[in-house]
């Protein structure tokens, strides 16, 4: 398991949270900062502000390591300076991980965390899940709730329904799925769309039978609720969903651009908004 650190409280709470992820599944945890300038000038003999960056990259991540180790002393903690941007190194990362959590929020290579840099590039481009941890207390997770939303998306909905009751499992906490489907044809159609809301229940609950099938079999102990929202748009059923939850997990169903990859319109409104950490699981 990978956390990014940045030296900023949101780095720090997503330590606390992957520390605690990395016991639960016994699991070593690697610490990692990300720093560009080292690609392009290797000795700070004669440059004492590379130097003093160094020397304070050093103590954070020593802070970062510290304190995990303080949180957790059963789990391997070990570190490591990477020589490039924030989102080139962690998305390296992924390839040689199972999870790769950062913070909400921070300040030098991971600044504007929630208005499209670094969080929605990792959860965009990475091939193993991401955890974006959103508040401070997250990592108590009080709740013992989970949230799975089901987009309908087959190739997505597998891995994070495998995700979601995985981490139930280990938490012993209850599982809500939620499929929400709601479009302006519906909004339009009125009086039409109200009268066949059975109808589309139906096959929301359809839809969330069929996307747990394997993982419920997997998992026969986890407590789980199946939800389905036939008239609400999903992003606004998934955070009403996840207001008192300890995480909320989707799938990114990622939509290829020529020289990219880009989440889902759900992906963004929930990494933007939700009350608690995010986990964006991608497909197969």
Same mark, same amino acid.
């Given at each position: 398991m990978?956390?990014?650190?940045?030296?900023s409280?949101?780095?720090?709470?997503?330590?606390?949270?992957?520390v605690?992820?990395a016991?639960?599944?016994g699991?070593?945890?690697r610490?990692?900062h990300a720093?560009?300038?080292?690609r392009?000038?290797?000795?700070?003999?004669d440059n004492?502000?590379?130097?003093?960056?160094?020397t304070?990259?050093?103590?954070?991540?020593?802070?970062?390591v510290?304190?995990?180790?303080a949180?957790r002393p059963?789990?391997?903690?070990?570190?490591?300076?990477?020589?490039?941007?924030a989102?080139?190194?962690?998305?390296?990362?992924?390839h040689?991980?199972?999870? @790769?959590?950062v913070?909400?929020?921070?300040?030098?290579?991971?600044?504007?965390?929630l208005?499209?840099?670094?969080?929605?590039? @990792?959860?965009?481009?990475?091939?193993?899940?991401v955890?974006v941890?959103?508040?401070?207390?997250a990592?108590?997770?009080?709740?013992?709730?989970?949230?799975?939303?089901?987009?309908?998306h087959?190739?997505?909905?597998?891995?994070?329904?495998?995700?979601?009751?995985?981490e139930?499992?280990?938490?012993q906490?209850?599982?809500?799925?939620?499929?929400?489907?709601?479009?302006?044809?519906?909004?339009?159609?009125?009086?039409?769309?109200?009268?066949?809301r059975?109808d589309a229940?139906?096959?929301?609950?359809?839809?969330?039978?069929?996307?747990?099938?394997?993982?419920?079999?997997?998992?026969?102990?986890?407590?789980?609720?199946?939800?389905?929202?036939?008239?609400?748009?999903?992003?606004?059923a998934l955070?009403?969903?996840?207001?008192?939850?300890?995480l909320?997990v989707?799938?990114?169903?990622r939509?290829r651009?020529?020289?990219?990859?880009?989440?889902?319109?759900?992906?963004?409104?929930?990494?933007?908004?939700?009350?608690?950490?995010?986990?964006? @699981?991608p497909?197969?």
């Open positions: 990978v956390v990014g650190v940045d030296g409280m949101a780095a720090l709470h997503a330590v606390d949270w992957a605690d992820e016991a639960a599944r699991r070593p945890l610490v990692v720093s560009p300038w080292d392009y000038e290797t000795d700070a003999t004492p502000e590379l130097a003093q960056a160094r304070a990259a050093a103590e954070l991540v020593g802070e970062a510290r304190r995990a180790v949180r059963g789990v391997e903690v070990g570190s490591e300076p990477v020589a490039a941007d989102a080139t190194a962690l998305v390296a990362e992924a040689r991980a199972c999870l @790769v959590v913070g909400s929020r921070g300040h030098g290579g991971f600044a504007g965390m208005l499209g840099s670094i969080g929605l590039q @990792v959860a965009a481009r990475a091939v193993c899940p955890v941890v959103r508040g401070g207390d990592a108590e997770r009080r709740h013992r709730r989970i949230v799975l939303g089901i987009g309908g087959g190739e997505a909905d597998g891995p994070a329904a495998a995700f979601a009751f995985a139930a499992a280990d938490w906490a209850r599982l809500e799925v939620v499929h929400a489907r709601h479009s302006e044809l519906d909004r339009l159609l009125g009086a039409v769309h109200r009268a066949h059975g229940a139906a096959e929301a609950r359809r839809v969330l039978e069929e996307a747990v099938a394997d993982a419920v079999a997997a998992h026969p102990e986890v407590r789980v609720a199946l939800h389905p929202v036939p008239d609400r748009a999903a992003h606004a955070l009403a969903a996840a207001v008192d939850a300890d909320l989707v799938g990114s169903h939509r651009r020529p020289t990219s990859l880009h989440l889902g319109p759900v992906d963004h409104a929930v990494l933007h908004h939700a009350h608690c950490p995010v986990a964006v @699981v497909a197969r």
